[in-house]
């Protein structure tokens, strides 16, 4: 499903994945992530006769594809993006109110399900930490993250859930998320020398034989490309 959606990522990963899979994607802000998330999704559903949804909470659906539009990943029929609105449209929600927005995003995704059966296949929230900051009891969204996960594996989803987190003591985590997912995806930038370059890692991605090394990453007007290890490996 992701070799061969961004150039070079079949240097990454050696085998390709089958859904449903939950892969957590995480990096530090201008690491390209919602980039690379979009790249994957569009380019794999072009030209198919499958579906997905493309989750945006940071920004508007229309700014949203035009910063992927300026880099060279053109938006396709088969991807439908969808922002904060499209989730208070469920319900009269109020600006004082803390309603629960996992459930909301849920029922929004078993809708789109309903609607487009086997041909939804693939799914991407950006991010988790917007949506956290939306709710107000930190206990009860672990939780319910727990439950989520399980539900979109249950729907038959290849699920994208992006997240800002940076390297510490060598491991990406960032809390239970990456214990549930089944795969963590680290975009980050080096500045070894006083060079940065972006960088892509799969720290883990269960049933898939994958590199563990760094691998630039070289973002031009033809969109995202993945090139050889980094030297400082």
């Not at 198919?48 to 508007?60: A, C, W």
């Not at 927005?101 to 939804?120: C, D, N, P, S, T």
């Not at 989520?148 to 985590?173: H, Q």
Request: glycine share 8%; net charge negative; charged share 25%.
């Amino acid at each position: 499903m992701l070799r061969d959606t961004v150039s070079g990522l079949d240097r990454v990963l050696r085998t390709d994945i089958d859904i449903p899979k939950i892969v957590l994607v995480i990096g530090p802000p201008g690491s390209m992530k919602t980039s690379f998330c979009f790249s994957v999704m569009s380019r794999h559903l072009a030209n198919s006769d499958q579906v997905g949804m493309y989750l945006t909470l940071e920004e508007t659906s229309e700014s949203h594809s035009r910063n992927m539009k300026s880099i060279g990943i053109p938006a396709t029929e088969n991807v439908v993006v969808s922002d904060f609105t499209d989730i208070r449209e469920l319900e009269d929600i109020g600006d004082d109110d803390f309603p629960d927005y996992i459930a909301l995003i849920e029922k929004m995704v078993r809708g789109f399900k309903q609607k487009h059966g086997k041909a939804f296949t693939m799914l991407a929230i950006d991010s988790l930490g917007a949506l956290y900051s939306l709710m107000d009891d930190d206990a009860s969204v672990r939780k319910s993250m727990y439950h989520f996960f399980k539900n979109m594996r249950d729907l038959g989803l290849f699920t994208m859930l992006i997240m800002e987190g940076s390297v510490s003591d060598g491991r990406f985590y960032s809390g239970s998320e990456a214990f549930l997912s089944d795969g963590v995806v680290y975009l980050g930038m080096d500045s070894t020398k006083g060079k940065i370059t972006r960088f892509v890692q799969v720290e883990k991605m269960r049933a898939c034989e994958h590199s563990m090394e760094r691998h630039a990453v070289e973002v031009s007007k033809s969109g995202i490309q993945v090139l050889g290890p980094l030297l400082s490996n």
